[in-house]
């Protein structure tokens, strides 16, 4: 399976998301959202919303991935030090309440700034 030509197929049904093709692999961006990209290699696929991303072994569960980061039922909860990002959690709504996936974090950051968290979300895939 061609991952980045099932993407291309599918993003045609979404004409205000934003399809970019890049030297590692493909981006897309919602009109208000974060961007979800998807890269590979002959051993796995990454997937990333932003700074969070996940290594997957098989294209169907890197798809899987890729189209829940576009959904509306994915949240990227994003904390800041400063201006600078430093951990992304990925949050799926489960009965009406938002749950932790997965956390992404860097090691060294501004500790010492003002921290806040914001919140981004994708609803270009409704369900």
């Known amino acids: 399976m061609d991952v980045y030509q ?9 004409p205000n998301a934003l399809l970019t093709e890049e030297s590692y692999g493909l981006s897309v961006t919602p009109e208000g959202g974060f961007t979800v990209w998807i890269a590979s290699n002959d051993k796995y696929y990454s997937v990333g919303f932003e700074g969070w991303h996940e290594d997957f072994d098989s294209a169907e569960e ?66």
Request: proline fraction near 0%; charge should be positive.
């Open 62 to 127: 890197a798809l899987e991935c890729f189209a829940w980061g576009l959904s509306n039922k994915c949240r990227l909860k994003i904390y800041n030090k400063g201006t600078n990002s430093y951990k992304w959690v990925t949050q799926s709504l489960e009965n009406d309440e938002w749950e932790n996936v997965s956390t992404t974090c860097l090691l060294f950051f501004a500790f010492w700034k003002k921290s806040n968290i914001i919140y981004k979300q994708n609803n270009l895939i409704t369900s």
């Open 6 to 14: 099932e993407i291309r197929e599918r993003i045609k049904k979404y």
